[in-house]
């Protein structure tokens, strides 16, 4: 089974990066970043691999507009460059470890927080998009009412990634979202994202640590090495269309998948 395949240079893309480099600083001019260059499709769900420090986070940050890049480019839909800030609020979700629900308002007052910062949205809108998710999410219209402190890790994550959908982005950066849930919480919130992006033919990015959670939801599979590199990519094909991430897990394919992305994964751990 060939499960290895050059980066695509397809066109239509949602994202396209190429030639990105970035250095925190002139006294440490070694690169996070090497000239690095990525595309990304709606409905797409790639995953990135590597060791702490190889420069993952750093990528959502330059992606997100947070931090600016020293030489490459960043390119949207319809060409909108990083710089054109008005179009990445329309594009861009970043969804954390952490959630950022603020803890003085109800999660109805937390979702409602898009009308205060987005023009020309109405509250009606975001009722709509609310009933919409608190189904996709399977919660119960009762948790409107109360405060983050009061929900489960998992329920305060729902409403997190909720709270980003209210902004209704093309494209998702989750830096490790799943990684401080319990197992069963984490499979079914796996689930539920992954059908959303499916669905709603959005784009995600996912860094993560864990290679199972790689496999299961992602279409492929980057690995990055110290510096900001991209070696391997793995094209993940479980011969579906739309796929469990949960049901895929025990099948020999994703065995497969395993043994072979985590040899690549520690080579380059090791270097």
Known sequence: MKIMKELSTES?????????????????????????????????????????GCGKSTLLNLIA???????????????????????????????????????????????????????????????????????????????????????????RQRISIMQTLMFDPRI?????????????TKLRLENEVYQLIKEQDKAAILITHDIDEAIAIADRVLIMSAGGKFGNEFAIDFGQDNRS????????RFTQYYHSIWSQLRTAIEK
């Open 12 to 52: 239509s893309n949602l994202l396209t990066i190429s030639g990105l480099q970035f250095a925190y600083s002139e006294a440490n001019p070694k690169p996070n970043i090497t000239d690095l260059s990525l595309n990304l499709k709606a409905g797409e769900i790639v995953a990135i691999l590597g060791a702490s």
């Open 65 to 155: 507009g947070l931090l600016k890049p020293q030489s490459g480019r960043i390119e949207f839909i319809n060409n909108k460059t990083v710089s054109d800030k008005n179009k990445l609020q329309q594009q861009i979700g970043y969804i954390f470890q952490d959630d950022a629900l603020l803890p003085w308002r109800t999660v109805e007052s937390n979702l409602m927080l898009v009308t205060e910062i987005v023009k020309g949205i109405t509250k009606d809108t975001v009722n709509a998009l609310i009933e919409r998710y608190l189904h996709v999410f399977h919660l119960d219209r009762a948790i409107l009412q109360q405060y983050p402190v009061q929900l489960s890790g998992g329920m």
């Open 172 to 184: 998702l950066l989750l830096d490790e979202p799943f990684s401080a849930l319990d197992f069963f």
């Open 245 to 252: 991430p949960e049901e895929v897990r025990g099948t020999n």
